[in-house]
Structure formats: structure tokens, C-alpha cells
């Protein structure tokens, strides 16, 4: 990647012009102010302190090294290819890399692209197409991404969208990092709730009726539960009861929660499947049962756990936290203990170097005390476990839905509205598509718009829906990145039949020294950068910063297009154009795609 490039060169630069200095970290980034060049350091104000040095001085110092360096190089061209040795950072310099490097204050240095980096990168995107971007960092390396994990008995609905999209989009940024992925749906499938809605079915059931839509008729039982629950207070004790014998394996509770379960999964994989949502395992918190004991055990024996009125907790004073409690008094365990479990058994399992919880905001305290007694367990040696923190999903009131209110968007209900909505904006945009075509691209659309709302933005904010902004052509949306890449594939056609070509020679026919417009230059610009844009958003767990990134190109890209003619150009102008055009189409599917969005070529 260039800015890696660029700071390996900076730091050889510096070397030699201040041997004895220990180098601080610095930073290459795109500055925020694009005249200023397409990257800047901060290396110099990095320096000054150790110095002692004025930071303006210092840049100039750098830039000045670095441009002799790239001077003698092209000296070197010039003399008839003769070879002559030069210093390690004054070889890597002089690869033309730069066209300008210039010092602003208080002490950057900013660089600008050269011309042949740029084409070169263009012949790179359509040669390596669909892999442009990917990597190995990740190579030998092992992510396991916990998401999604919906409760048993309950329909999925809108607070559990947030986890599930950000959680495979990640999981396809890992992959195309070169990552080995685990991705793992830990089902909440186990506890507390389960005595509840146990209790609501022996008592209040209607067999025939549960029978008929099972998850339906158990999600008023439960709304139920609570409901009664306010006016009869030993309802509680009641449903504890039942987890417990549940927990002791007694048969009748066992029978309930296996059909409870089963059921519940069929509606799992058919949202699964329409948002294209994919799992390695599916372990719930069942899976775990057999192992709490030991959890327990192990904690007693190391020391950790203690007994504390009759219950048994961990002890965090040590992390100013309150203690977590894994067992209660009555012997029943708690999703402390299960999360616990988990942790160790895909330490073994899995041997990870990161263990992501892409789960929401609200439960940032209780997993403090999770990972910190992770790490009194001994379980987060070796071992990166983070919580991808989320905001929540608001209802038109600004507050939280509530399920046991029944106050819920079913998550199934919401995207038979985004599919009925864009159906209704094909329809309006291109009649004359057949009734099959149409379909096809409401789905797209529709699913496309809910992910891209979601992961357009930053994932601690909170999201609430506007459904015309989503669903809207123009501006920061997926229908417009989507027509784009439409709008890119139809000229390609015209272009094709135009010229009638049945084959085309990708890297040698376009002459890309013809592409010499500032529209064409911005567009150049902007490429080169997809393959940082995806490891700042593996970086920083944020699939945003590639939704960004697209958004900015396919900006950049319809200005041109507006602007400039392509198929009516001379003919190799309009050879380089439409090669142009296929990158920019290239790099928008393959950020899309790293959102989990799928891509038409018609539209």
C-alpha cells in the first residue's frame, strides 16, 4: 500500500539524516484538505521534541532528502540507464513516486501521487479485479467473530439487525485480509427467559394454536408473563423454578425447549438466507451447559471465585469493577458462566488471536467484567478479545423497542417493507422491465438500502430510519452506489457493441497517459487508496470507513461523467475512459460486496 511506502521511505530518510535518533511513531493519513496532496506525515512534529528543533526546519530537512534522492534517480535515467549504487532509502525513492512534495504548518509533509503510480494502479485493479484490495496481513492468523445471536421463542426483529450486518461485514473484511474467519451465532438459547415462557405455555397455552405458529403464539405468552408478572409477583420465583429444572434436565421442560428451539431456528434461516447472512457454528448457549461446573470449579481452584451469600462471584476490585456473579444461590448458573465457557473453549478450539463480540452498547459494562475475569481465568493470554460496540436501532418515539411490551419491528416485516418500497421505485425509474427483472431488483435494492443505512455510518452512533433517504438515487445511499456500478456496466455495453469487440487486451490497448483531465486525475487519486480504506476499516472494526470510501468515488465518478464525454471522445480517449470507468466499477463491487451488498448491471 502507498502510505506504508511512504513512511518505510521516510523512515530511511530520517535515518540517515539523524543517525543517532530513535524514530517515534508517526503517522501517514490522508489529509483532510485534498490540495494539499494525496497523503501528509507528521513525522517532523513527531521529531521536534527529540530534537529540539523547530518542525518546519525538520520537514524541510526530510523533503529535501527525499526530492535529491528522486533527482538523482531520474539523473540516473537520463545518463543512459548507467547503474550506480545510492543509499537504501534513495532506492526505494526513486520509483517516481512522487510528483510534488511540499512543507505546510506547522510541520507536514505532504505528498502527491505521481502520474505513473497512478496509471500503473489502474492496470493493477483490472488485472487482479475481484482480489484488488485484498491481502495477507492476516495470513496465519485466526479472528473468531461473535454475532447476530437471537433469543430462542422470540421472532428476530430491528435491535437485531445492527449485530448481524456489522458483524459479517467484518467477516468479510477479515477474509479478504487473509485471515482464517470463524464466524459464531452464540443462540441465546438458555436461561432465564426459557422458565418464563416454560411457565407461560404449561399455564396459558393453547397447543393447537402454539402448534399452528409457534414463535408467533410463544411471543404473546411471554408479553404475557410480564404482563402478569406486574400484578402477581411470585410469577417470578415461579419461572425460576422452571430455568432450574430446565438446567436439572427434567424431562417435560427439556421437551418444550427442544421444539421451542427448532422452530425457532427455521425462522432464523430464512432471514438468513434473504440477507445473506452466513455462520461457521451456531453454538448456543446449550452447547455450554455441560461445562459451567467446571467454570466454577476452575475458579475456586485458581483462586478467582468466591462464595458470597450462598451465590459464588468473582472477585474485579482489582479493575474498579463490580464482582460478576456465575453462580447463584440457588446452584443455578447465568450467562456469566456460559460466556466464560465459551471464551475457554474456543481458546482451545480455535487458538485465535482475536476474539470480536460485535454486541451493543448497552452491554459494555458486563462484558468489562467478562473480559477482565477472562483475563484472572488466564484465558486472554495471547489473545485479543474486544467488544465491537454498536448504538441502537430507535423507534419513531427516539426511545428503545421493547419486546416484552410487544412494541418490537419484526425484522421480517422490515424488509418486506424495504423490498415493497424500492419495488415501488423501479417500477417508477423503468417500467419497461419485465415483472421478473423488477423483482429481482427490488430485493437487491431494498436489502441493499437497509445494510448500506446501517453501515454508511459510524457504528457507535444510533440509527433511526428514513426510508426516502435510503431508498433514494441520489446522495450518500446504496441505490445510488448500486446505479452507479449499473450506469458503468451499461456504457461498457455501448461501448463494446459501439466497437464491436468480442475480446479486449486489458492491459496493453488503453493508453492511460491519455487520461490527463482533473476529473480523471481525482478519480486516479481516489483508487489507489481502496486497499487502505479496507484495512482502516479491519483496523478499527468499522465497516464505514469503506462505505465512505465508495461513496467518494462514485461522487467523483459522476462528476466526470457529467462532465466529460466518454463514448464520444477520440477513440483511444475514449478506449482509456471506459477502462477508467471499469475500475471505478470494479473497486465500488468489490467494496459493496465487502458490505454484504450485492451489485446489478441493470437497473
Not at 456489522?166 to 468479510?172: D, E, K, P
Request: hydrophobic share 35%; charged share 30%; with cysteine.
Amino acid at each position: 500500500m502507498i502510505n506504508k511506502e511512504i513512511k518505510e521511505i521516510i523512515n530511511k530518510a530520517v535515518k540517515d539524516l539523524y543517525r543517532d535518533i530513535e524514530i517515534p511513531d508517526f503517522v501517514v493519513e490522508w489529509p483532510q484538505d485534498k490540495d494539499f496532496g494525496d497523503y501528509a506525515s507528521n513525522v517532523a512534529m513527531v521529531l521536534a521534541g527529540k530534537l529540539n528543533k523547530d518542525p518546519m526546519e525538520i520537514a524541510e530537512e526530510i523533503k529535501n532528502i527525499l526530492r535529491q534522492a528522486q533527482d538523482d534517480k531520474q539523473q540516473i535515467q537520463d545518463n543512459n540507464n548507467v547503474m550506480v549504487s545510492l543509499s537504501n532509502h534513495q532506492d526505494d525513492i526513486n520509483k517516481s513516486l512522487f510528483s510534488e512534495m511540499t512543507v505546510e504548518k506547522p510541520g507536514f509533509i505532504n505528498f502527491k501521487i505521481s502520474d505513473q503510480i497512478l496509471r500503473k494502479n489502474l492496470c493493477k485493479i483490472l488485472k487482479r479485479k475481484c482480489k484488488f484490495g485484498s491481502s495477507e496481513i492476516g495470513k496465519d492468523k485466526t479472528v473468531v467473530i461473535d454475532y447476530s445471536a437471537p433469543n430462542i421463542a422470540k421472532p428476530m426483529h430491528i435491535g437485531h439487525l445492527r449485530s448481524t450486518i456489522i458483524g459479517q461485514s467484518l467477516y468479510n473484511i477479515y477474509k479478504f485480509l487473509g485471515y482464517k474467519v470463524i464466524g459464531d451465532n452464540h443462540l441465546g438459547d438458555w436461561g432465564t427467559q426459557f422458565g418464563k415462557l416454560i411457565y407461560a405455555y404449561k399455564n396459558w397455552g393453547n397447543k393447537k394454536e402454539i402448534n399452528k405458529n409457534p414463535i408467533k403464539e410463544m411471543t404473546k405468552l411471554y408479553i404475557r408473563f410480564h404482563k402478569e408478572a406486574e400484578k402477581d409477583k411470585d410469577l417470578e420465583e415461579a419461572a425460576r423454578k422452571e430455568t432450574k429444572r430446565l438446567q436439572d434436565k427434567d424431562i417435560e421442560n427439556l421437551k418444550i425447549w427442544k421444539f421451542l428451539v427448532k422452530e425457532s431456528l427455521k425462522d432464523f434461516k430464512k432471514i438468513y438466507k434473504v440477507l445473506n447472512i452466513k455462520f461457521d457454528y451456531t453454538l448456543g448457549e446449550s452447547f455450554y451447559d455441560d461445562m459451567l461446573e467446571n467454570v466454577v470449579k476452575e475458579g475456586f481452584d485458581k483462586k478467582i471465585a468466591i462464595k458470597s451469600e450462598g451465590a459464588v462471584i468473582i472477585n474485579l476490585d482489582e479493575y474498579n469493577l463490580a464482582p460478576l456473579l456465575i453462580r447463584k444461590s440457588d446452584d443455578a448458573y447465568l450467562y456469566a458462566t456460559t460466556d466464560l465457557a465459551a471464551i475457554k473453549y474456543r481458546k482451545e478450539k480455535f487458538k485465535p488471536d482475536k476474539i470480536l463480540y460485535v454486541i451493543a452498547n448497552e452491554q459494555e459494562f458486563y462484558l468489562q467484567q467478562l473480559f477482565a475475569s477472562a483475563r484472572l481465568f488466564g484465558l486472554s493470554k495471547n489473545i485479543k478479545i474486544e467488544h465491537i460496540k454498536f448504538g441502537m436501532v430507535l423507534g419513531k418515539t427516539g426511545k428503545k423497542f421493547s419486546t416484552r411490551k410487544g412494541e418490537t419491528v419484526e425484522l421480517n416485516d422490515l424488509l418486506n417493507k424495504a423490498i415493497k418500497l424500492s419495488q415501488k421505485t423501479v417500477e417508477e425509474k423503468n417500467p419497461k422491465l419485465s415483472k421478473k427483472e423488477k423483482k429481482k431488483i427490488a430485493k437487491i435494492v431494498g436489502l441493499g438500502a437497509i445494510k448500506y443505512n446501517d453501515l454508511s455510518q459510524n457504528r457507535m452512533t444510533d440509527v433511526s430510519f428514513n426510508w426516502d433517504k435510503m431508498l433514494s438515487f441520489e446522495g450518500n445511499s446504496a441505490p445510488y452506489l448500486q446505479y452507479t456500478y449499473a450506469r458503468i456496466n451499461s456504457l461498457n455495453e455501448k461501448y463494446k457493441k459501439t466497437h464491436k469487440l468480442n475480446r479486449i487486451n486489458i492491459l496493453n490497448k488503453p493508453d492511460f497517459g491519455l487520461l490527463v483531465d482533473k476529473t480523471e486525475k481525482d478519480i486516479m487519486r481516489q483508487l489507489i487508496k481502496f486497499p487502505e480504506a479496507v484495512e482502516n476499516a479491519a483496523r478499527e472494526n468499522s465497516p464505514h470507513f469503506i462505505a465512505l470510501y465508495i461513496y467518494e468515488l462514485a461522487s467523483l465518478y459522476n462528476n466526470f461523467y457529467n462532465s466529460a464525454p466518454i463514448l464520444k471522445s477520440e477513440k483511444n480517449i475514449a478506449k482509456a475512459r471506459i477502462y477508467l470507468s471499469k475500475s471505478v466499477a470494479i473497486i465500488i463491487k468489490n467494496g459493496l460486496n465487502l458490505l454484504g451488498i450485492d451489485t446489478l448491471k441493470k437497473m
